[in-house]
Each structure stands twice: as C-alpha cells, then as structure tokens.
C-alpha cells in the first residue's frame, strides 16, 4: 500500500535534479546582473509580444480565419443536451437526435473508505486499485525569460 504521509523534507542535494535547477538559478542570476540592459529590453519585448499575441489571438478567433501562425485546425460543434431539452420539450427534443438516460454516481466518504482500510475490512491487496493519492506541491515556476 502506497505511503500518504506528506514525506519527510531532504536536503538539496540528496536529489541531483533539485541541486541543478538551484545551480542553474544562480547562473542565471549571475547572467542577469552581468547584463542587466539586455534583460531589462528582453523582459520588455517579451510582455509587449505576449500582449499582442493575446490580441490577435482573441481576433482570429472572433473572426473565425487562420492568419500567419494563427491556425484554425479543426472546428467542433457541441450542443447542450439540458438546454436543447428545455427550449425544445420532450417530444421535439426526442424527435430530434436527443436521447434521455440515467446514469449511476458512485461516491465515497474518504473517512469512512479509511477507517474501513485501516480495520482491515477492505483487503489491504485491493486498495491500490481504487485509490489514487495525489500529491500537491509548490513548486517553482518555469521561467519565461
């Protein structure tokens, strides 16, 4: 059975991969002091660009085209079953390519699942196949510049 704890906190470099991005932040670091002028003009275009990409993507999208690395590659269409149901009624609505279904919801209270787990009325073999942990971090962002 997999471990839920949040895990116990290591040093940097115990995990080679974490030791590199911090050697790596202080190179770029040290980069970016040396050469303060060139970052400040990057970091400029690089939000100006961002900006009009934001743009001119709200634009061909408004407009339906591909223009330049703007690519409509493929069009899709949905209908909201619910809505066409009430606009429609019943009957059209049937009549029409909709289909009216039930569907079972299985839900679980985790306290109860993990009291039950650890009385051991679920066999412990079975667990992992229903469960799955995950793990939510705060991790560093990656750089954009």
């Not at 934001?54 to 339906?64: N, S």
Request: aromatic share 8%; proline share 4%.
């Amino acid at each position: 059975m997999k471990n839920t704890s949040k895990g116990q906190r290591v040093p940097i470099s115990e995990i080679p991969e974490v030791q590199e991005v911090v050697d790596l932040e202080m190179e770029i670091n040290a980069l970016k002091a040396e050469h303060p002028e060139v970052f400040m003009k990057y970091q400029d275009l690089v939000d100006r660009y961002n900006a009009k990409l934001e743009e001119a993507d709200k634009k061909v999208r408004a407009e339906g085209v591909s223009c330049g690395k703007f690519e409509n590659y493929s069009v899709s269409v949905k209908y909201d079953a619910a809505k066409m149901f009430d606009e429609l009624g019943e009957r059209m609505f049937l009549e029409s390519g909709g289909k009216v279904s039930q569907r079972a919801v299985y839900e679980v209270d985790p306290k109860s699942v993990e009291a039950a787990i650890a009385a051991r009325k679920i066999p412990e073999e079975c667990v992992d196949n229903f469960r799955e942990i995950r793990r939510n971090y705060h991790s560093p962002k990656k750089l954009s510049v």
